[in-house]
């Protein structure tokens, strides 16, 4: 009778130590949402990336409320996505655009000392000029439409003339800038290329890896603007540009 006591005592305490290790090893794994979240940049849900650009205002107000100064890049915000403005710039850039643009990028992204006081320094024919050739370059291929919604090898192509077009007339502008000064005006050809977009499309796995060269540009403008495409092609409307595609990205990035 103590034999079996001891057996049924002993076969309890087994039981109890295995449940306790069920227990402790269900509780390492992660939950199930966490299984299948997956970045934002893998998903073909145009729900999910409605659900990530609508977030933009509420980014950038968790952005807006890290500033000793808020309401600079709030105005600037304002102005950047004033229709008016961009329509005014669709036609023709001045330097007073420029730097403003350049304000914009810096308040809302990393700060970069002498930046914009190098983008100030071009005269007003060079800016104009820069603009203009990169517009003419654009607009040529604007057009171009390959029949099965993938995106054009020549409005790729387009966009990087267009963006190395001011990279290499204006002082201070390298591709990140005229990024964001074509895409504000051409956002189906030319996305900005904000380092938390980037980030986004995970072509750099950590900040200190990021570049601002034309190689990462073309890459990062063919992912965003495939991305558009594939949106637009499942949702059967055509909603989405390689740009939204980059806001999206961003706010995500920010509310992470």
């Not at 040529?140 to 029949?147: D, I, N, W």
Request: net charge positive; proline share 5%.
């Amino acid at each position: 009778r103590q034999c079996a006591s001891r057996f049924v005592a002993c076969l309890a305490a087994c039981c109890v130590a295995r449940r306790g290790s069920e227990i402790l090893a269900h509780s390492r794994r992660p939950p199930p949402s966490a299984l299948l979240a997956m970045p934002l940049i893998d998903s073909e849900e145009p729900n999910e990336w409605q659900a990530a650009l609508s977030s933009y205002p509420r980014a950038l107000d968790v952005l807006l409320s890290k500033k000793q100064d808020p309401s600079k890049l709030k105005a600037l915000e304002e102005w950047f996505q004033d229709p008016k403005k961009v329509s005014a710039q669709k036609a023709a850039l001045d330097r007073a655009t420029l730097s403003k643009i350049v304000e914009w990028k810096l308040s809302r992204g990393t700060f970069r000392p002498g930046l914009l006081q190098k983008a100030q320094s071009n005269d007003e024919a060079t800016v104009q000029e820069a603009y203009r050739q990169a517009r003419e370059i654009i607009l040529a291929e604007q057009s171009s439409e390959t029949g099965d919604g993938s995106v054009p090898q020549a409005l790729l192509e387009a966009a990087a003339k267009a963006v190395k077009a001011m990279d290499k007339s204006l002082f201070g502008v390298g591709p990140a800038t005229a990024s964001a000064v074509l895409a504000r005006c051409f956002p189906g050809t030319v996305a900005f290329m904000s380092d938390e977009a980037m980030l986004g499309c995970k072509l750099f796995a950590s900040s200190a890896a990021l570049k601002y060269d034309m190689k990462t540009f073309k890459r990062f403008n063919e992912v965003v603007q495939g991305r558009a495409r594939a949106l637009n092609r499942k949702s059967g409307r055509q909603d989405w540009t390689g740009d939204a595609v980059a806001r999206a990205l961003w706010a995500e990035h920010v509310l992470a």
